[in-house]
T-cell receptor, first 115, second 108 residues
């Protein structure tokens, strides 16, 4: 595997379900990100982890819970979601945030539908 | 309010034509990136510009960062059907801020 991978690619869940999204990066990067992409809206940064420590949480509802067990893996745990949470969830990674331009590399995303 | 405005929002052109996409802001960015995203996939990084006035070329694509580092443009020469996709700019301040994107369709 190369680059950034995400599983599952598609997920349909009810509002009472609990599910998790997984992201894995094979680039040796130190920072990982979760973004939400909704129709007709710009990418919204949700969480940032740098060296496995959460450094940013952009006022995301508590029904989204991130986890970063090591610098290669990132999870987004979902529970009691709302239909408006349906979107494409993108994971990205970069070299250390403090260095240079820290270019971000994205995974293919998980298309989430909440019914 | 949107920190980065992209224009046009939608663009449909014939193969072989030239086009320019704009990314504008009133804020200064330390760097700016352009991505292309195809349906059902994540954005793919095309280029990063850092210096005001910088011009970078990637085959038929020319990227320019404004002198004041507040805006950028992407020019495509002789568009091909493979250029079809959503073009996103992202400016870096304390974090990356993404524009709303320009959806480009190149018709054969």
């Amino acid at each position: 595997e190369t680059g950034v991978t995400q599983t599952p690619r598609h997920l349909v869940m009810g509002m009472t379900n609990k599910k998790s999204l997984k992201c894995e990066q094979h680039l040796g990067h130190n920072a990982m990100y979760w973004y939400k992409q909704s129709a007709k809206k710009p990418l919204e940064l949700m969480f940032v982890y740098s060296l496995e420590e959460r450094v940013e949480n952009n006022s995301v509802p508590s029904r989204f819970s991130p986890e970063c067990p090591n610098s290669s893996h990132l999870f987004l745990h979902l529970h009691t979601l709302q239909p408006e949470d349906s979107a494409l969830y993108l994971c990205a990674s970069s070299q250390d945030r403090a260095s240079g331009t820290y270019e971000q590399y994205f995974g293919p995303g998980t298309r989430l539908t909440v019914t | 309010t949107q920190l980065l405005e992209q224009s046009p929002q939608f663009l449909s052109i014939q193969e072989g034509e030239n086009l320019t996409v704009y990314c504008n802001s009133s804020s200064v960015f330390s760097s700016l990136q352009w991505y292309r995203q195809e349906p059902g996939e994540g954005p793919v990084l095309l280029v990063t510009v850092v210096t005001g006035g910088e011009v970078k070329k990637l085959k038929r694509l020319t990227f320019q960062f404004g002198d004041a580092r507040k805006d950028s443009s992407l020019h495509i020469t002789a568009a091909q059907t493979g250029d079809t996709g959503l073009y996103l700019c992202a400016g870096r301040r304390n974090q990356f801020y993404f524009g709303t994107g320009t959806s480009l369709t190149v018709i054969p």
